[in-house]
């Protein structure tokens, strides 16, 4: 299954984009990416996932490089809710049922 | 529009004791999920099922019991608790394997 690696945190200002790098240099052509956070010890909320084109939702933007070994996560106009620890994962394979490999993410900081 | 729903939220157990955590969701889920959270550290897969009478063991599965006898449910079942078991459960169920995985609010536990 492919690693992930983040930026241990950020910071950003509320109203800014907030820009999350994540590289997954070991990726293999089937394998999604996938973006979750969470807030403060909630339950992971998903924001977004892709596979090799670009994808938007009403979250958050998702960017992948055409060799697919990174991607970016933008929060186009971060609020203070947007606070929160942000997982960059590549979903495991049918051996672990697809199971998602949390590392220890990017704690994200907005602030005033 | 309940989701995923585990019971409880909070539970203090003494060394030796069982439990069963309770995981429910109404959204006809195949795929069920169990991870744990350590302080600080990213979520661990204990145990995983793609349907019902189907289970399988996670990264972590020592310690742990589960069963799928119907497709809303999924109990996790710890038999003789232990220290190391102090953790945050948080239960995850998908459509299929290409679906987002959705989460519960968790059930702290700790162990005495």
């Known amino acids: 299954d492919a690693k992930t690696t983040q930026p241990p945190s950020m910071d950003c200002a509320e109203g800014r984009a907030a820009n999350l790098p994540c590289n997954h240099s070991?990726?293999?052509?089937?394998?999604?990416v996938y973006w979750y956070r969470q807030i403060h010890s909630q339950g992971p909320q998903y924001i977004i996932h892709?596979?090799?084109n670009n994808e938007t939702n009403e979250m958050a933007s998702l960017i992948i490089t055409e060799d697919r070994k990174s991607s970016t996560l933008i929060l186009p106009h971060a609020t203070l809710r947007d606070t929160a620890v942000y997982y960059c994962?590549?979903?495991?394979?049918?051996?672990?049922?697809?199971?998602?490999?949390f590392g220890k993410g990017t704690s994200l900081l907005v602030t005033p | 529009n309940a989701g995923v729903t585990q019971t409880p939220k909070f539970r203090i157990l003494k060394i030796g004791q069982s439990m069963t955590l309770q995981c429910t969701q109404d959204?006809?889920?195949?795929?069920m999920y169990w991870y744990r959270q350590d302080p600080g550290m990213g979520l661990k897969l204990i145990y995983y099922s793609v349907g019902a009478g189907i289970t399988d063991k996670g990264e972590v599965p020592n310690g742990y019991n589960v069963s799928r006898s119907t497709t809303e449910d999924f109990p996790l079942r710890l038999e003789l608790a232990a220290p190391s078991q102090t953790s945050v459960y948080f239960c995850?169920?998908?459509?299929?394997?290409?679906?987002?995985?959705?989460f519960g609010d968790g059930t702290r536990l700790s162990i005495l």
């Open positions: 892709g596979l090799k």
């Open positions: 994962i590549v979903r495991g394979g049918a051996n672990s049922g697809y199971a998602l490999n």
């Open positions: 995850a169920s998908s459509y299929n394997s290409n679906q987002p995985q959705h």
């Open positions: 959204m006809n889920h195949n795929y």
């Open positions: 070991t990726i293999s052509g089937n394998e999604y």
